[in-house]
DNA sequence: ATATCGCTGGAACGTCGTTCCAGAAGCAAG
DNA sequence: CTTGCTTCTGGAACGACGTTCCAGCGATAT
């Protein structure tokens, strides 16, 4: 039985909470078996009796911070304004902790990827569309998340050290406003409004453009 | 100047090449400078002569798939079918090299990026989308591409050594179908499915609701 | 012939994930 | 209190990796 799992005992909890810490502030090359030993005053075999290896921490990790994410609920409102409060539940916790993007892909079968989908789902058929394409449209919104927190973990990565987010933006939209219009002329368009925009509304004017296109195909 | 560039002289191009061929059957962790050095029968140091690093070397190796993509020339079809094309050769080009899905999010300023995202946006302003609303719709779009490309590289990393695809979803589908009726309802619902769903038809259905959500935002 | 330059191959360094193990800390039985 | 057993700890050690370093090769220019 466990010893003392009270001040000072390792637990599994308190190494995850440490590993999400320190994935937060230093993006994923930051959590290492060694920095974390030194972390928690401990070895590294101490640690590996809690936690299997690496990819179990992180999807451990992952299920913790996305446990917040389904403690929300939707209660009573439109199934539209429900599934743009679980997407925006998850942009936010991405936002947050843009590590997971990397993550979040390959825990389809884990319990919080499964009951997130199991989320969009019920709103997707309380929307109305018909059985056989209520799988797909769920799907595409799912798709669009991952997608969407990819970039996020992407920009993150780019972003430790040196500049912020919105340094790194201006730089790209430098980057668009200075092509060849003839060869680019989209980009060079899209510039300003590359250079300004809002993460989150641009994230929920996706989740809208969807929802609008499975509300046309009901 | 190059000294020999013919039958075994080193070259950024072979370097590349033989990156790609490792990549491709043995996933993000056979690209090995020694296995890489071994295969090219040379040493470690001749290959920092050509390539930076080895983020450099994956940047490089997508790039050189995604020039394929690239080649592909959508004449004179409507917009939407233009999309669809553009699109599809993105899913196929992923659906070969699963390791590319990791890599997308991060160089979108590099050139193939931007290239794909210049014809994805030419299309949506030919669909008369208004103006201010072409990048978001068209960040849409893109995004979209790169969750369902991301979903892919983390199934294909799953897929090492292992089970094949089948197999795979075979027992997703199986944990789906024995989940509670009355906790899952959706994932119980759907699980057949998702057992024996095409994935590149999925794709093209989840960019045809983003295309008909575009469509009735005109 | 000699010096120079582009390029090569392999040794070496530091860091990582992981394994191993001697032993501390608690508990149960005598 | 002692003895044995189990649970848990800390740190040493291992192999593999990305990367750096450098002695030296062949070809060319002087």
Do not use: C
């Not at 928690?40 to 921490?57: D, F, M, P, Q, R």
């Not at 936010?92 to 990397?102: R, S, V």
């Not at 980009?187 to 996706?206: I, K, N, P, T």
């Amino acid at each position: 039985m466990a010893t003392r799992t009270g001040q000072d005992g390792l637990s599994r909890d308190r190494i995850v909470e440490a590993a999400i810490a320190m994935l937060d502030d230093g993006g994923e090359n930051a959590l290492t078996f060694r920095a974390l030993s030194t972390r928690l005053k401990t070895g590294a075999g101490a640690i590996y009796w809690h936690v299997a290896n690496k990819e179990e921490l992180l999807a451990a990790a992952t299920q913790a911070v996305l446990a917040d994410v389904l403690r929300g609920d939707e209660g009573d409102t439109t199934p539209r304004d429900a599934v743009r409060a679980i997407a925006l539940g998850m942009f936010d916790a991405i936002d947050h902790h843009p590590w997971i993007g990397g993550q979040l892909g390959g825990l389809a079968s884990r319990s919080a990827s499964m009951r997130i989908i199991e989320r969009i789902g019920q709103q997707v058929q309380a929307l109305g569309m018909p059985q056989e394409h209520q799988f797909f449209a769920t799907s595409t919104l799912f798709s669009f998340i991952l997608g969407v927190a990819g970039q996020n973990a992407a920009n993150a990565r780019a972003r430790v050290g040196g500049r912020g987010r919105a340094e790194l933006l201006g730089a790209e939209a430098a980057i668009w406003a200075s092509l060849d219009p003839a060869e680019f002329p989209f980009l060079r368009s899209a510039a300003g409004q590359m250079g300004d925009h809002d993460d989150r509304e641009q994230f929920l004017v996706g989740i809208d453009l969807i929802l609008s296109g499975i509300g046309s195909a009901r």
